[in-house]
């Protein structure tokens, strides 16, 4: 944590107080999206994040064919439509 004072354009100045977050706390705070395997019916306990939709749907084909077998190519239109409609903000 750092203080400081700050002007504040009148001439009058005001303390600021400068908080720095480590690395993993600021990685976590970004993390916007979840997908958990389990709400589309799998017998799975993988929830995965991410901070966007595009990254959250690579980490998921990347997923459902190292654990599930299924390559990202074989998965239909509508399947892809309920793991978008399973996406969840956090």
Known sequence: MKVHDEETGDGA???M???R???SWREELLVAKVL???????NCP????????EELLKLAAE???KDHG?????IPPSIMAMV????KDE
């Open 13 to 15: 100045r005001r303390p």
């Open 17 to 19: 107080i400068q908080l």
């Open 21 to 23: 977050l480590q690395p």
């Open 36 to 42: 958990r395997c389990r709400d589309l019916g799998m």
């Open 46 to 53: 993988k929830e995965i994040r991410a901070q966007t939709e």
């Open 63 to 65: 997923h459902a064919e």
């Open 70 to 74: 299924v390559p990202a190519s074989m």
């Open 84 to 87: 978008k409609a399973s996406i």
